[in-house]
């Protein structure tokens, strides 16, 4: 798996850098092992070993260190519209005052109040102005006093570092590797100890030398000998209590019939104590 993903590198970290947060980067890094997984069972006729890779990249699935390698931090600030809101409105308001008291200072004889019959002098004229004076001062320290850190907003953008991740993915998928070439030897293992069986039981010596005699007729391309070595099957197979049964009307319920011109066997039945192991083909004849 590791020179799968060797080989599909340059590609992953793209789509790891344009993923960027981790949230992304995690579906990038699952679609690439459901490749990998892909592409291996592609090459691999083993399914024990098909089936141990699913379940380790799985495993890598639900680990996922990898998304928790961070890189660089970017921080912006902004400011809030609710400080300016707490700056500007209390400002205007002050404006306002320090307005109406100047047109107070300015316009004479303003009655003030009717109940009392006062008016404006020429010393509360005065005072009306020196108040709005300092009433406008007032309002412009607030409007122009700085918003304080609690009308900030502050935003956090943790982005993945690529490289890193890769890394992280490549020593997972070494270990899954490491995991599996193991699995291969113990499979290798089991068939060099199944070397030299049949049917999952040692090969007897007379089985060896029956096999190779047959074989040395074949190769002698010499049919007085190929027959004399197959004669010996029938020896063999009655060191082992198997009958190869000719056909007769005596034992006619062990063979299939097929039409022919002239009856007799065409293959043997095979035998044991009575019992039928593998029927016969004869011609009936007829």
């Given at each position: ?5 060797e ?11 344009q ?25 691999c ?7 141990a890779?699913a ?10 260190p990898?998304?928790?390698?961070i890189?660089e ?7 809030t ?7 500007t409105i ?30 404006t ?9 020196a ?7 007032i309002?412009?320290?607030i ?11 502050q935003?956090?953008?943790?982005r993945v ?17 490491q ?5 291969q ?22 089985e ?38 000719d ?15 002239q ?21 009936s004849?007829?």
């Open positions: 798996m590791i020179d799968l993903l080989k599909d590198k340059d590609h992953l970290l793209t789509e790891l850098a993923a960027a947060v981790p949230e992304k980067a995690t579906r990038v890094l699952e679609n690439q092992m459901d490749k990998l997984l892909l592409c291996y069972n592609d090459q006729d083993n399914e024990k070993e098909r089936d890779a379940y380790m990249m799985q495993a890598v699935r639900l680990s996922m990898m998304v928790d390698s890189g931090t970017k921080v912006w600030e902004r400011e519209s609710s400080g300016g809101a707490k700056k209390p400002a205007l308001i002050l404006i306002i005052i320090a307005v109406a008291l100047a047109a107070v200072a300015l316009i004479p004889n303003i009655t003030i109040s009717e109940a009392t019959g006062l008016q002098t020429e010393t509360t004229r005065y005072a009306f102005g108040a709005g004076i300092l009433v406008a001062a309002a412009g320290f409007f122009g006093k700085p918003v304080n850190a609690g009308d900030k907003e935003q956090v953008e943790v570092d690529s490289a890193k991740t890769y890394r992280n993915l490549r020593t997972a998928i070494l270990a899954v590797d995991s599996l070439e193991e699995i030897a113990a499979e290798r293992w089991a068939k060099r100890e199944k070397a030299g069986e049949i049917d999952g039981k040692p090969a007897t010596s007379a060896i030398d029956l096999f190779s005699d047959l074989l040395a007729a074949a190769y002698s391309k010499d049919p007085e000998y190929a027959l004399e070595k197959i004669e010996d099957v029938k020896y063999f197979l009655h060191r082992q209590q198997i009958d190869a049964v056909y007769s009307e005596a034992t006619k319920q062990y063979f299939d019939l097929m039409p022919g011109k009856g007799g066997t065409i293959r043997p039945a095979l035998v044991s104590d009575g019992k039928l192991l593998k029927k016969g083909l004869a011609a004849g007829k």
